[in-house]
T-cell receptor, first 114, second 115 residues
Framework: AQSVTQLDSHVSVSEGTPVLLRCNYS??????LFWYVQHPNKGLQLLLK??????LVKGINGFEAEFKKSETSFHLTKPSAHMSDAAEYFC????????????FGKGTTLSVSS | ETGVTQSPTHLIKTRGQQVTLRCSSQ?????VSWYQQALGQGPQFIFQ???????GRGNFPPRFSGLQFPNYSSELNVNALELDDSALYLC??????????????FGEGSRLTVL
């Protein structure tokens, strides 16, 4: 069975400061891992994905995440937050075989203040 | 290239009624997945359709059913609505069962309220 746990339901940062959204996963085999973002009244958008290549993954809008197998973690970071980053972020795990369903965490709400 | 479109965007039903939600997949995509997102929760997988056949199902009762048409658009049908069915229903399309290693393209969802 696979699962993800997002360790913070809400993170607040100031514009220009670093962002850290934490995610731990559980999987009985080597997983694929994703971060998706959901802006209000918008569809989910893929930020980045890890599928077994480089453990440090770069995504869109300056976000990156590092896959750490020993810690079963896949934390999302950004060096400098922008107001437009305020949204709901989901950590997602999946098996590698085609057609596997995505399993979402409960989400972390990121608030950015000026 | 058009994205994933869903209709209706909002609807209100009463308990016991039936509802049909529709999804047009992104151009060139032959796989459609449906997810239910309850308020304050992450999306949960309902089922996936690949080339008009159901190809995987989550932990949802049989009153949740679906169809995929030759043009790869899809419908989600829910019978005997219950209050707990109130949620945002998300449709996602992909190419060739890409869900495990590829990217899903999500629509903006249909928000269902059951009274």
């Amino acid at each position: 069975a696979q699962s993800v746990t997002q360790l913070d339901s809400h993170v607040s940062v100031s514009e220009g400061t670093p962002v850290l959204l934490r995610c731990n996963y559980s999987s009985s085999y080597s997983p694929s891992l994703f971060w998706y973002v959901q802006h209000p009244n918008k569809g989910l958008q893929l930020l980045l994905k890890y599928t077994s290549a480089a453990t440090l993954v770069k995504g869109i809008n300056g976000f990156e995440a590092e896959f750490k197998k020993s810690e079963t973690s896949f934390h999302l970071t950004k060096p400098s937050a922008h107001m437009s980053d305020a949204a709901e972020y989901f950590c997602v795990v999946s098996g590698k075989q085609a057609g596997t369903a995505l399993i979402f965490g409960k989400g972390t709400t990121l608030s950015v203040s000026s | 290239e058009t994205g994933v479109t869903q209709s209706p965007t909002h609807l209100i039903k009463t308990r016991g009624q039936q509802v049909t939600l529709r999804c047009s997949s992104q151009s060139g995509h032959n796989t459609v997945s449906w997810y239910q997102q309850a308020l304050g929760q992450g999306p949960q997988f309902i089922f996936q359709y690949y080339r008009e056949e159901e190809n995987g199902r989550g932990n949802f009762p049989p009153r949740f059913s679906g169809l995929q048409f030759p043009n790869y658009s899809s419908e989600l049908n829910v019978n005997a609505l219950e209050l707990d069915d109130s949620a945002l229903y998300l449709c996602a399309s992909s190419l060739d069962l890409a869900g495990g290693t590829g990217e899903l393209f999500f629509g903006e969802g249909s928000r269902l309220t059951v009274l």
